[in-house]
């Protein structure tokens, strides 16, 4: 397959992504994060309750399927996928357009290594790491 993908600028992980209404492309991240450590005891299993996948593309050319995965370093194990949909993106190649994924009730077994992938059309674009502690 000869599909032009898009470009992915940015995966950020973060508490909540804010947009403004007066202008959608003002947008503020809040408590941007790398890491989190569990305060529970014991310390896991940790119910996350609530992160933001922030994702800006570029180098689009139409309407793609995307979706989060959250996968376990070591074990691969797939921690939390999303339902696919269907984005209406661009079909101009210079724009940057940005999307966010709010995931809920995130179970994490164990601390170690996650990856945050960012799955079109299948195919895996990009992964930010995230550090459970």
Known sequence: MNELQ????HVILCEDVVVNPDNPLRITLVGVMSSIRSI??????LLYEELCVFVQ???CRGPGDLRIEIQHGDSADVVYRN????VPLSRDPL???ALSFRIRNCLFAQAGLY????WYNGQN?????????
């Open 125 to 133: 674009l990009a992964q930010q790491a995230l550090v459970m502690k």
């Open 83 to 86: 339902r696919t949909r269907t």
């Open 6 to 9: 898009p470009i992915v600028r």
């Open 115 to 118: 990856w945050i992938q960012v």
């Open 95 to 97: 724009e940057v357009l």
């Open 57 to 59: 593309l570029t180098s």
């Open 40 to 45: 529970e005891e014991p310390a896991y299993p």
